[in-house]
């Protein structure tokens, strides 16, 4: 005869507590590739690659910048659209998420470009850490686009990040001996790209699932491709036309431009494409926190390179940014 065990069937009342927390375990554990681990690990590259890129576009100050813009957009595309065949990625987008990839794509192109300008015309680690506002405007958007409730703590943490970046930014530097400002535009071009790049992380983060993180760096590439060539055309033309200089829209290269341009177009691919994914894997403002790392890369590169030696002022607003900034990245998002 049987015994009680032995004719019990295999069901979930029949599990002992010990076998239904194991198997609830296996049923929540998710792939590395999955997991938010992994998207602070591609971020964490983002930021890496993105300062080296920074840096670079710094060394191209006489460089048209179309001709900047135009060949990071177009290394990306090219090395994302291998990319894309080598894994077969279906690149079609339905038509409920077409909003979200043109919205995404706009406020892409408009970070780079806005980014693009300010590295050119004012010291690279003041434009990084003008650009690092972006916390904010992703707070502000995470309220207004993805419901997220702030809490106090988060918003006092943000206003000292504001605190840090204002004695940042020394007023002697922005004023010249003569009284005029110098640089008053890639100032706030910077701002824009700030505002730019917290709007492209919200819409990226809303096409969650919806498509496919290889489609968006496509299109987006692509696209932006595309209006860069247009708008240089139209441009050179138009000036031409005029008998006015065209040195601002386009410009010679030479073998060290060449060099600097192609290397440019690679860290802008693989900030963009690990961007994209970590995106998709980790909240919004983690994202925009880690991302201003780049400011030690630009800033060591500022320094090093070009001689820049920040002063007091600007080292203990340094310290103010960066403490908040640990801080919030300790503490989890509501």
């Given at each position: ?30 792939p590395f590739f999955s997991s938010p ?15 080296l890129s920074a840096s670079l576009v ?133 701002i824009s790209q700030a505002l730019f ?138």
């Amino acid at each position: 005869m049987p015994s009680k065990e032995e004719g019990l069937p295999v069901s979930e009342e029949n599990l002992t507590k010990g076998e239904e927390e194991s198997l609830l375990g296996k049923e929540q554990r998710v792939p590395f590739f999955s997991s938010p681990e992994f998207g602070l690990l591609l971020i964490s590259i983002s930021a890496l690659s993105y300062g080296l890129s920074a840096s670079l576009v710094s060394l191209e100050s006489n460089m048209a910048t179309p001709i900047v813009v135009g060949s990071r957009f177009f290394g990306t595309f090219l090395f994302n659209a291998i990319a894309c065949y080598s894994c077969d990625v279906d690149l079609r987008i339905e038509r409920e998420n077409r909003q979200l990839v043109v919205v995404r794509t706009v406020a892409g192109f408009c970070s780079f470009v806005c980014g693009t300008y300010a590295f050119q015309n004012m010291p690279v680690g003041e434009a990084t850490i003008i650009i690092s506002m972006a916390p904010v405007f992703v707070a502000l958007f995470s309220i207004w686009f993805l419901g997220v409730r702030a809490k106090c703590y988060q918003v006092i943490l943000i206003a000292l990040s504001l605190g840090g970046v204002v004695l940042i930014v020394d007023p002697a530097t922005i004023i010249e001996s003569d009284g005029s400002l110098v640089n008053l535009f890639a100032s706030f071009t910077a701002i824009s790209q700030a505002l730019f790049k917290s709007l492209s992380y919200i819409y990226i983060k809303k096409s969650n699932n919806r498509v496919h993180f290889m489609a968006m760096v496509f299109w987006y590439s692509l696209t932006a491709s595309l209006i860069t060539i247009l708008f240089t055309l139209i441009m050179y033309f138009s000036l031409k036309e005029a008998g006015a200089s065209t040195s601002w829209v386009v410009s010679e290269v030479d073998r060290r431009d060449l060099l600097i341009l192609t290397t440019i177009s690679v860290l802008g691919f693989v900030s963009q494409f690990t961007l994209t994914k970590s995106t998709q894997l980790i909240n919004t403002t983690t994202i925009s926190l880690i991302r201003n790392a780049d400011i030690l890369v630009t800033m060591a590169f500022q320094i090093f390179y070009f001689h820049m030696i920040p002063s007091w002022l600007q080292i203990i607003g340094m310290c103010v940014m960066i403490v908040s900034t640990v801080v919030l990245l300790l503490t989890k998002e509501p």
